[in-house]
């Protein structure tokens, strides 16, 4: 067998995992999204292994799968918990808890990958876009390191241009370009290299789809109803607008839930027997891992025994819709099957709060995870790349992703002074968190959560469409601009080089603008908590 989860791989992997779930938690927490990091950890692997004696591209491909496994694993931490110190600043949770939910979240999101591999990715060949860029990436790997140097060179940049705006204050985080009146808010733009560079890797049609529903949100809904008079002010107005922004992700996330459903329904008569036996064969194994992780929820997460048990129930098929749907779209909207399960358990019991925010954020953290996995079982599938060894690797490198993650997030909050702030807003765990709490405009978020599940059953992007609604303008306005910056590049200079080649190098410079901010973020996080 071709070397693949070597010694040096899982060293390189592991050392790759420490920077990219550090810059993975501040891009969440900053930004309230998180592009995926796989073609940043390809490129990276190939620049670490590439030249290495006796490398394949199966190594290289295990070492990324390693590497990346943290940042969704910190995702899915960052879209929840913070919502519980945004409802309550003195809110005590213990370290042991918080490691408790994120490793048994990693564990159950690699296992219940496991399970699904093969249908996803054999029987239905989902295209899993992300995971076709990176084996696109390594089979296009040149011994000259190319790609590298032009990853590395915009992140350079990105770092340097951080610094002098965060760390020396010498260039304004916003840039307001109108500033609002009565009846239109304020249109401001984030200064910032990782924003353009979310943009542009996220693609326009949801990158577009994104700032049109700010545009909708902000400048049609909002003047409208005040001048109607739906709203009696501008907070009125705000209120109506971020509930129904959380009512069309939470529509999505129902959309997405009664359509896989449906489907497995229709699906499940025509499974072949041999397949129930090999199935019923991994059971006992699958079993023990879930009765264990009951056990550690039950006794380090504040969980009923009922509630646990529901719990994993919700896990299981919100882990399979979070690989199909990162399958068909590269979308993962793992905060919205985080509250859908919570809302369930919510419906035969009546958790605390810290219990709350304990379901939504193991549910997270396992969806994250699986779209992870999922992408990478995609391009070791195409490499020929050893399941189990990928899946051992991601397993480690979740596990240990997870614990790094409480500590990245909780150094964060006390350097920032907490969530919900102008530094952190974390805005995916807000909306977590108003569910949570309590919603502050019901008829909104009903409204959204109707139109939401009609777009998506209309193969509308109608989550995309809702962060727009509920996210700040000035967020909204750079991922715009990040996205026609791209498209103007790929215009510009296809007629000199091939629209492929464009591409590439367009997403490498927007990944290295992304991690390079974000690798920056965290140590001035760090500086400034130990000063």
Known sequence: MKRQLSVRALIIGLLGLVVITASSMYVALRMGALPWPTIFVTVLSMAALSKAKGSTLQEINVTHTIMSSGAMVAGGLAFTLPGLWMLDPDASIPISNLIVLTVVGAV?????????????????????????????????????????????????????????????????????????????????????????????????????????????????????????????????????????????????????????IASRLTRQKKLEEGTRIAFNKRNVGVLVVIAFAVLMLCLGADLGLVEAIVLMAGIYVTTYLSGMLTGQTGINPMEIFAILVLLAIRLISKPSMVASFSIAAVVAVACGLTGDVMNDLKSGHLLGTAPRQQLLGEGIGGVVGAVLSVFVLLVMRRAFGGFGTEALPAPQAAAVSAMVGGLGHIPAFLIGLFVGLVLYVANVPSATVGLGVYLPIYISSIMGLGSLLAILSKAIFSSKTTVDRVGEETGLIASGLLGGEGITGVVIAIISMLS
């Open 108 to 260: 159950l999101g690699t296992l219940f990958s496991a399970l699904f591999r093969t249908k996803l990715i054999e029987e239905e060949a989902l295209p899993y876009p992300m995971g076709i860029a990176s084996y696109n990436t390594l089979q296009a790997g040149t011994s000259g390191g190319k790609g590298a140097r032009t990853l590395f060179s915009s992140m350079g940049f990105s770092v340097v241009f951080t610094t002098i705006r965060d760390y020396f204050a010498k260039i304004p985080s916003l840039l307001t370009l109108w500033g609002g009146n009565a009846i239109l808010p304020a249109f401001s733009i984030w200064v910032s290299p990782m924003a353009l560079g979310i943009g542009a890797i996220i693609g326009p049609l949801f990158a577009l789809l994104w700032f049109g529903g700010a545009i909708f949100g902000y400048y049609i809904l909002t003047p409208l109803g005040i001048q109607g008079g739906l709203f009696a002010s501008m907070v009125e107005a705000d209120l109506f607008r971020q509930n129904l922004g959380i009512g069309l992700m939470i529509g999505t996330g129902l959309g997405v839930f009664f359509k896989a």
